[in-house]
C-alpha cells in the first residue's frame, strides 16, 4: 500500500515539473544561456601577523577563498588546477565541487551554479609560509 509506495518511490500521481527548468544538479538549472559565456574568477587571500615592536613577525597565517562569478550557458563541467597543491590546508568547498576528486587527484572537478558564490575556502598550510 501507501508504505511500499513511499520505499519503492512507486507514485500514482501524474503530477510533473516543467520541462527545462530543472536538472539532476540542484544549485543549477539546465536552461541557463548566456551570450556571451564568461567565467570570472577571483583569488581573496588575508594575511593575518603579529609584530613586535622592531618590525620582526612573531606569528602570521594566511586564509583565502576562491569567488567564481559564472555565466555559463548549460550544464558546464570545470576543472581548476593548482601549480602547488600541497600547500592548501583545512578547505571547504561548495557543494557543487566533487570532493572525492579533490581528495583523489588535488583538482577542483564542479559544475557551477549560475552566478557569483564562493567555489572554497582554505587556509595555506604553515609549513609552506617558512621565511
Avoid at 23 to 48: F, G, K, Q, T
Avoid at 71 to 80: A, M, Y
Wanted: charged share 20%; proline share 7%; aromatic share 8%.
Amino acid at each position: 500500500g501507501k508504505l511500499l509506495s513511499v520505499v519503492t518511490g512507486v507514485s500514482d500521481s501524474n503530477v510533473r515539473a516543467p520541462t527545462g527548468t530543472l536538472s539532476n544538479i540542484p544549485w543549477r538549472r539546465a536552461d541557463v544561456r548566456h551570450n556571451p559565456n564568461e567565467v570570472y574568477l577571483d583569488i581573496v587571500e588575508e594575511i593575518d601577523a603579529v609584530v613586535d615592536i622592531v618590525g620582526n613577525v612573531i606569528s602570521f597565517d594566511v586564509a583565502g577563498s576562491i569567488q567564481i562569478q559564472s555565466k555559463l550557458s548549460g550544464i558546464p563541467d570545470l576543472l581548476l588546477t593548482f601549480k602547488d597543491p600541497t600547500i592548501i590546508d583545512d578547505c571547504s568547498f561548495h557543494p557543487c565541487v566533487r570532493y572525492s576528486r579533490f581528495e583523489s587527484d588535488n583538482i577542483v572537478s564542479f559544475v557551477p551554479p549560475d552566478g557569483h558564490f564562493t567555489l572554497m575556502r582554505y587556509r595555506v598550510r604553515p609549513s609552506a609560509l617558512q621565511m
